[in-house]
């Protein structure tokens, strides 16, 4: 899946998110998603949306 998201994104130029986190157990999935402790997918997200405002990604830029 990684590398066919890599490829599309060369494709079209865009960037493509992907953050899974990889969690063995429930303790280990509620401490990385703890808003508290660094909320693991959230800083993905916010990863993600920083780059639309980078010009070389935007549709009129």
């Keep these: 899946v990684t ?6 994104s060369i ?4 960037p493509i998110g992907f953050g899974v986190l990889t ?7 509620t401490e990385r998603s703890d ?3 660094g909320n ?3 800083e993905a997200a916010k ?3 920083s780059l639309m405002y980078y010009p ?3 549709e009129n830029g």
């Design 35 to 37: 808003p508290n402790k």
């Design 11 to 14: 494709d079209i130029d865009k």
């Design 23 to 29: 969690c063995e157990t429930l303790k280990q999935a």
């Design 3 to 8: 590398r066919k998201l890599m490829d599309l």
């Design 47 to 49: 990863g993600c949306v």
């Design 56 to 58: 070389r990604y935007r």
């Design 40 to 42: 693991k997918g959230a």
